[in-house]
């Protein structure tokens, strides 16, 4: 008997990167996986045959978290691959690294949409199906805590996924889900392996451990986050980052 056995998760944005550790690491924990990509199917469906080929259980749903009636899909389309919802896994996201001087409007309305919008309603459309135990993870930033130059946009659409995860934690308690959301620091792969080298080279500096983030480095805390051990703890942020700002 596995940990996540009968267990049902939806992980936004899983075809690369931290999410596509996410899948890996709970689908190896038993849970059947819905692998949600914007434009790259090659890529999903080469996480889907090496979970299937393992073993467990996933499949691959191209859905553009930005819009209403793709997240409505992805949601039915997980419903009638698996026939339950247990976890949702609010990880898509992007970045945008520029100055102020070189920000723009359309920078703004693509990153907000994605990272801070689509959690709202990717999570309202879970909510609906989630039973008893159900468990929201929203994946934010470390810069949310500890914000970097040029991060402006992306920095200020990571914190509001950390104010969901307080609010909704509220309202869903009652219900017995939990709602906590983890922190990640410069995880690659993921967006942060195209940061220039030296930024990377700084980056890994500033962690006790030397190094940058790998996603299963991210992946084991959500995963804890979404088992039954972390059934009294809900409206948390964990700060995953290799103690890079202690
Ligand atoms: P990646 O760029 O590696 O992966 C992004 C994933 O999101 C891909 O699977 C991509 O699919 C998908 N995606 C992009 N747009 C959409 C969309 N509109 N709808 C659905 N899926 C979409 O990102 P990371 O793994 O690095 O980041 C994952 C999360 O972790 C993000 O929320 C990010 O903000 C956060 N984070 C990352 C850090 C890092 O250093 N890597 C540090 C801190 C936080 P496709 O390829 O098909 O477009």
């Keep these: 008997m596995k940990k996540f056995d009968q267990k049902v998760a939806v992980i936004t944005g ?7 550790a996410i899948a890996r690491r709970l689908a190896r924990d038993g849970a059947a996986v819905v692998i949600n990509y914007a434009s790259n199917a090659a890529a999903a469906e080469s996480i889907v045959a090496e979970i299937t080929s393992a073993g467990g259980r996933a499949i691959a749903v191209q859905a553009d978290v930005t819009k209403a009636a793709d997240i409505a899909r992805l949601f039915e389309e997980t419903e009638r691959a698996f026939g339950r919802l247990d976890i949702l896994v609010n990880n898509a996201g992007i970045g945008v690294l520029k100055p102020l001087d070189e920000v723009d409007e359309a920078d703004w ?9 689509a959690p709202l309603f990717v999570a ?3 909510a609906k199906r989630l039973g008893p135990d159900g468990r929201i993870v929203n994946v934010s930033s470390s810069t949310t805590y500890f914000p970097l130059a040029n991060t402006a946009i992306y920095a200020a659409s990571k914190i509001v996924p950390r104010m969901y995860t307080e609010v909704l934690a509220k309202e869903l308690g009652a219900r ?3 709602v906590n959301s983890v922190a990640p620091g410069p995880t690659s792969p993921g ?4 940061a220039p080298a030296a930024l990377q080279a700084e980056a890994a500096a500033q962690s006790p ?6 996603p299963d480095d991210i992946a084991g805390v959500v995963a804890f986050l979404v088992s ?4 009294w703890m809900t409206g948390q942020h964990l700060l995953v980052n290799g103690g890079a700002t202690i």
């Design 14 to 20: 899983s075809s690369h990167g931290i999410g596509a």
């Design 109 to 117: 309305d693509r990153v907000f949409a994605l990272n801070a919008k």
């Design 124 to 126: 309202k459309e879970a």
């Design 176 to 178: 017995g889900i939990t």
């Design 191 to 194: 967006m942060f392996e195209n």
């Design 209 to 214: 451990f030397n190094r940058i983030g790998h």
């Design 228 to 231: 039954d051990d972390a059934r």
